[in-house]
């Protein structure tokens, strides 16, 4: 049995390879259950009792080496495989595809800086909201259409929970929860009970602002507008203010702008108008800022509403609004990124 480590061990020790196949075949030879060395450690049972600790230690130190010169063997293979691959070190990285901002979320941003240019911050409020700060604070009488089933998602357990049906349902949080100067935008999702289309969704995204404070003024209003109409559509851009009604606003406006393709001359984007509607806006509602603890006395204020969509519709000639929901690559990518 001794001379069987012995020949081992000399096999082991001058065996050279001369490929990864033939490292492996000799692992196979030594180590495998039917290799050499389980050969021998079957033998070891017959050994001799008195035999046996010398004998072990033999087996034990033949089976480390035998470990030892595989994984030796194993590793030089392998790191020679790397290095035969043929690598021109001077070629430039492969790119990296790093995606690109949604569109959706480039306009908001954009929103927000031009608005935060002129002392508005950005604010926030919930998306699952109460009758009070959705509709009643917001001076929206029992019986207005907007609460209608068919137009707001109520949550069925409980009436008073709605899904916001418009981001002016942050004006009554902030109004609430701080006094007055009062510079804010809020962007963020509304819900609303419309059936799928090219021009509506049950999704979408608003823009509210408010501006509160004493001797706040139309004019007021009429001058933040006309900026961030001509920061977002260009220098050239012009607005009009048509009287409306909203229920929180007294008095109230919807706001054109000039059609930024043709410039006013009419063509099928504002069909023939010349003009096209991108916001409502209007004095904050006496009554508002009463429910909100405010002294309609001493402050007046503006608010202004607008959804995302649409300005991003009319920026990037994107004639299909459920695009934006649908996540297709091939649309995404076509939107600069911003690093
Ligand atoms: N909340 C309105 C809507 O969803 C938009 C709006 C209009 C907001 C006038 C306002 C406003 O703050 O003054 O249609």
């Not at 700060?133 to 009436?159: C, G, K, V």
């Not at 404070?213 to 009429?222: E, H, N, P, R, T």
């Amino acid at each position: 049995m001794k001379n069987k480590i012995e020949e081992l061990l000399n096999e082991i020790e001058t065996f050279a390879a001369e490929s990864k196949e033939h490292v492996e075949e000799f692992r196979i030879k030594i180590l495998s259950k039917k290799g050499k060395l389980t050969e021998l450690f079957d033998e070891f049972k017959t050994v001799a009792p008195e035999l046996k600790k010398e004998i072990g230690q033999k087996l034990n130190e033949l089976r480390n080496k035998a470990q030892e010169k595989v994984q030796e063997l194993k590793e030089k293979y392998e790191s020679s495989d790397e290095i035969n691959i043929e690598q021109d070190l001077t070629l430039p990285a492969e790119s990296i595809a790093i995606g690109s901002r949604h569109p959706l979320s480039l306009v908001r941003n954009q929103i927000i800086d031009i608005f935060s240019r002129i002392g508005f911050t950005v604010s926030d409020g919930p998306e699952i909201e109460d009758d009070w700060h959705n509709f009643t604070a917001l001076n929206t009488p029992a019986d207005h259409p907007a609460r209608d089933m068919q137009d707001t998602f109520y949550i069925s357990e409980n009436p008073d929970i709605v899904l916001r049906t418009q981001t002016s349902s942050v004006q009554v949080h902030i109004m609430e929860n701080s006094k007055p100067p009062i510079r804010t935008i809020s962007p963020g999702r509304v819900y609303r009970n419309e059936a799928i289309s090219a021009r509506a969704h049950c999704q979408f995204h608003q823009v509210e602002g408010l501006y509160i404070d004493k001797g706040v003024s139309f004019a007021d209003l009429k001058q933040a507008l006309l900026y961030f109409s001509k920061e977002m559509f260009g220098e050239e851009t012009k607005i009009r203010l048509r009287p409306s009604f909203f229920p929180f606003t007294e008095i109230s406006a919807e706001m054109d702008i000039s059609c930024p393709f043709c410039k006013g001359d009419g063509c099928n984007i504002c069909k023939g108008a010349g003009w096209v509607e991108i916001l409502g806006c209007g004095m904050v509602d006496p009554a508002v800022l009463e429910n909100c603890k405010i002294d309609s006395k001493v402050y007046s204020g503006f608010a202004f509403g607008m959804g995302i969509e649409r300005i991003t519709m009319l920026k990037y000639q994107v004639k299909d609004l459920r695009l934006f929901f649908e996540n297709d690559v091939r649309f995404l990518k076509q939107f600069k990124p911003v690093i």
